[in-house]
């Protein structure tokens, strides 16, 4: 089992339509830890750690979003380090 750090910038539609919730949401069910947050630039920002495949099915998630979302862009870049919360959060 390999772990895997993402850090992640989502680009388009992607404020006020639910997307940090489905996020949350969707870490939460695969046992991904981290956080979103919306951006002052109108991007969402996220870090996501666990087991790569999970990782990976989030991140593809991600590139759907909530059915109001429309993504236009992911920006993903690897990180070494586990974030410190033990449940995904939403931060503000």
Same mark, same amino acid.
């Given at each position: 089992m #390999?772990e895997t /750090?993402?850090?992640?910038?989502?680009s388009?539609?992607?404020? /006020?339509? /639910?997307?940090?919730?489905f #996020?949350r949401?969707?870490?939460?069910?695969? /046992?991904?830890?981290?956080?979103? !947050?919306n951006l002052? %630039?109108g991007?969402? &920002?996220?870090?996501l750690?666990?087991? !790569?495949s %999970?990782?990976? &099915?989030?991140? #593809?998630?991600i !590139? #759907?979003?909530?059915?109001?979302? &429309? =993504? $236009? %862009?992911?920006?993903?870049?690897? =990180?070494d380090?586990?974030p410190? $919360?033990?449940?995904?959060?939403?931060?503000y």
């Amino acid at each position: 089992m #390999t772990e895997t /750090g993402l850090h992640v910038f989502i680009s388009g539609r992607v404020q /006020g339509v /639910g997307f940090r919730a489905f #996020t949350r949401r969707n870490a939460r069910r695969l /046992g991904v830890r981290g956080w979103v !947050k919306n951006l002052a %630039d109108g991007r969402v &920002e996220a870090v996501l750690y666990g087991e !790569k495949s %999970d990782v990976e &099915e989030l991140l #593809t998630r991600i !590139k #759907t979003g909530p059915s109001l979302a &429309e =993504v $236009e %862009d992911i920006e993903v870049e690897e =990180v070494d380090e586990a974030p410190p $919360e033990e449940n995904f959060q939403v931060r503000y």
